[in-house]
């Protein structure tokens, strides 16, 4: 273990991020499946000072600066955290600075990229790690642009990226990804150290 966070301890073992469902998901410009959580880590999210979101989230949350670093250094057996993260977030930017509504590409997820991209902004920046200080101030930086009239009257009733300290949006009621599907694409068969699986996020 690098640190206590199963961000890093518990990503699916795919071996590139590239071969996987999200990176599809996320060219195409809508993120359908469950895999934000290990993909994009944030810091506690704390309601009234207290812990708050679900045990889920908790499980892949970055406790403090150390594990974000931590995060960031990770690579084995296949694994590249920091790759990972660069190329979603570089997709992710490309569509917003297109115009493309966040609550459209990220879907109850948008909540979390902002809390991501802004904690890895600040790990970056410190850390002078260009490519992710770069790619995260252009995520921040678009989800912080007022919303665009929408061309398609589907978009009308999605709203801009809301505060992300306000929960965790991977769990809002009435649109949990479901843990079947997850847990059957997940191989636990290399110990429980990690899960790994197809890679298929």
Not at 12 to 38: D, F, I, L, T
Not at 88 to 93: D, N, S
Not at 172 to 200: M, V, Y
């Amino acid at each position: 273990k690098l640190c206590g966070s199963s961000a890093i301890t518990q990503t699916p073992n795919c071996a590139s991020v590239r071969r996987a469902g999200g990176w599809a998901e996320m060219q195409r410009g809508r993120k359908s499946s469950c895999w934000a959580w290990y993909i994009l880590p944030t810091p506690p999210f704390l309601r009234n000072g207290k812990p708050a979101g679900s045990a889920q989230n908790r499980m892949y949350e970055l406790a403090d600066d150390e594990q974000a670093r931590a995060y960031l250094s990770f690579e084995a057996d296949g694994v590249n955290l920091r790759d990972n993260y660069i190329v979603i977030l570089t997709e992710a930017a490309r569509h917003l600075e297109q115009g493309v509504l966040p609550a459209r590409l990220m879907g109850i997820d948008a909540p979390r990229l902002l809390a991501s991209a802004k904690l890895f902004l600040r790990i970056g920046t410190e850390e002078e790690d260009e490519p992710v200080r770069h790619v995260c101030e252009r995520v921040v930086r678009a989800l912080s642009q007022p919303p665009p009239t929408p061309a398609d009257p589907r978009d009308a009733s999605e709203q801009a990226v809301p505060d992300e300290s306000s929960d965790d949006g991977e769990d809002s009621p009435g649109e949990r990804c479901s843990e079947e599907p997850i847990a059957k694409r997940l191989n636990t068969s290399q110990g429980g150290q990690r899960h790994t699986g197809s890679g298929q996020l």
